[in-house]
């Protein structure tokens, strides 16, 4: 089992690897001022997780950012896969190989619904648009697993100021990569109707708050839910029926559940990238596919625009007051 922990408040996040029965605890990343969080194993054995490597500062805050990085499975060689302004989080992996990340950016966007859904290879090629890049409310979609057998996901929609909870979601992106067309169900079904309404918080006032979503099947699903007691929060069990099943509780609360239990491996993609090189290809295979851009008549596109959105290096010392 890979985890992330701090052994004691002086010390940073780091990478561990423990046996299923809790034995056999190894220590597989290191350094002081850097933290190592969200582990997964890759099909090939190596692991991705979100780091603070390359340090940047939150463009509307103070504090640190992180992005994709890979490594061998004992801590080995590495290599950073993402290479955002702000933060990618949360990598799942995807039943062709691919991973499926949270990213949160300002790029060419309103300032809080930033943090959508988007996947990537596992070796840094091909980061793209998956869900809610555009999508006023829910200001944040996290959290993203493939449903077994299905080409849906199951998500949390959050807000922006916020802990990442809120209502729990099915999402189908052939029906549309933004807004309330691809949603097919929300946990609690009342929060379907917040999609696309008000703004980046607008999920603040769903009740009860589901998070940590992890799908065993295409009816059946783990969470981490509030019992009604502020905001402790249980394990669940939550089907497409309308029940809802508080399986464990503890104090202040119990996050992340999933199943111990064998699933099958995806394929691994091979690696693409020539490390060597100094040069990368950017592409667009329909400028008239994206948001807004059905308003554009074909063969009125003359030029592209490239916009860099250049990383916060600085610490300011004023919080950013909205």
């Known amino acids: 089992i890979l985890l992330s922990m701090r052994r004691q408040r002086a010390d940073d996040y780091h990478l561990y690897e423990i046996g299923a029965g809790g034995d056999g605890l190894v220590q597989l990343t290191f350094g002081p001022g850097i933290s190592d969080i969200d582990p997964i194993y890759l099909p090939d054995g190596r692991i991705i997780f979100t780091s603070t490597r390359e340090p940047k500062f939150c463009m509307c805050n103070r504090h640190i950012m992180g992005n994709l990085f890979a490594m061998g499975g004992d801590g080995s060689n590495i290599e950073q896969i993402g290479h955002s302004t702000l933060h990618e989080g949360h990598p799942a992996l995807?039943?062709?190989?691919?991973?499926?990340?949270?990213?949160?950016?300002?790029?060419?966007?309103?300032?809080?619904?930033?943090?959508?859904?988007?996947?990537?290879?596992?070796?840094?090629?091909?980061?793209?648009?998956?869900?809610?890049?555009n999508t006023n409310s829910p200001g944040a979609v996290l959290d993203a697993r493939v449903i077994p057998g299905?080409?849906?996901?199951?998500?949390?929609?959050?807000?922006?100021?916020?802990?990442?909870?809120?209502?729990?979601?099915?999402?189908?992106?052939?029906?549309?990569?933004?807004?309330?067309?691809?949603?097919?169900?929300?946990?609690?079904?009342?929060?379907?109707?917040?999609?696309?309404?008000?703004?980046y918080d607008t999920f603040k006032k769903v009740q009860p708050k589901y998070?940590?979503?992890?799908?065993?099947?295409?009816?059946y699903f783990l969470c981490s839910r509030t019992t009604g007691g502020g905001e402790q929060t249980g394990l669940w069990l939550v089907d497409l029926f309308g029940n809802e099943l508080l399986l464990h509780q503890a104090e202040p609360g119990c996050f992340d559940p999933m199943p111990l239990a064998p699933r099958l491996r995806p394929p691994a993609i091979p690696p693409r990238i020539d490390l060597a090189g100094g040069e990368g290809t950017f592409y667009v295979a329909d400028v008239y596919v994206g948001t807004g851009m059905e308003q554009i008549p074909r063969g009125t596109v003359k030029r592209l625009r490239v916009v860099e959105s250049p990383e916060k290096r600085y610490w300011t010392r004023p919080g950013w007051n909205g």
Not at 120 to 129: K, L, M, Q
Not at 164 to 189: E, N
Not at 211 to 219: M, T
């Open 211 to 219: 998070e940590d979503p992890y799908p065993l099947s295409d009816r």
């Open 94 to 133: 995807m039943p062709d190989g691919r991973v499926l990340y949270d990213r949160w950016e300002y790029v060419d966007r309103n300032f809080g619904d930033a943090q959508g859904l988007w996947s990537v290879n596992p070796d840094g090629t091909n980061h793209a648009v998956y869900y809610g890049n």
């Open 150 to 199: 299905t080409e849906r996901i199951l998500c949390t929609f959050s807000s922006c100021h916020d802990r990442p909870w809120g209502a729990m979601a099915i999402v189908d992106r052939r029906l549309g990569v933004d807004g309330k067309a691809a949603v097919i169900r929300t946990w609690p079904a009342e929060a379907i109707d917040l999609v696309g309404v008000g703004n």
